[in-house]
């Protein structure tokens, strides 16, 4: 069992940055591919982005790419989003979320096993 606790979510101006963390139990985390996702007010959660379980993969959403990043550190079991240039739409609750399938990275929320609370990000104009 994994638990996944983000954090860093905040109010940002247009244009501004934040970086999102995502602490991860257990001793497994290394082993799997992490992913990051968000839900606005009266949408459907969407993908973000995801990185492989050796960080040597990264994959986003085209509404993202070139301003977010996600990074990991498996030492101290950890998973980031580094967001840049953020907009209005940006607005949303950031879930992470990890995958036991650690050879892929997958887009599909039904890919993942784990996912966290979440941490609201509200990005004013």
């Known amino acids: 069992q994994v638990q996944l606790v983000e954090s860093g979510g905040g109010l940002v101006q247009a244009g501004g940055s934040l970086r999102l963390s995502c602490a991860a139990s257990?001793?497994?985390?290394?082993?799997?591919?992490m992913g990051w996702f968000r839900q606005a007010p009266g949408k459907e959660r969407e993908f973000v982005g995801t990185i492989s379980w050796n960080s040597h993969y990264t994959y986003y959403a085209d509404s993202v790419k070139g301003r977010f990043t996600i990074s990991r550190n498996n030492a101290v079991n950890t998973v980031y989003l580094q967001m840049n240039s953020l907009k209005p739409e940006d607005t949303a609750v950031y879930y992470c979320?990890?995958?036991?399938?650690?050879?892929?990275?997958?887009?599909?929320?039904?890919?993942?096993?784990?996912w966290g609370q979440g941490t609201q990000v509200t990005v004013s104009s």
């Open positions: 257990g001793r497994t985390f290394s082993s799997y591919a």
């Open positions: 979320a990890a995958d036991k399938v650690s050879q892929r990275i997958s887009r599909s929320q039904s890919s993942y096993d784990y």
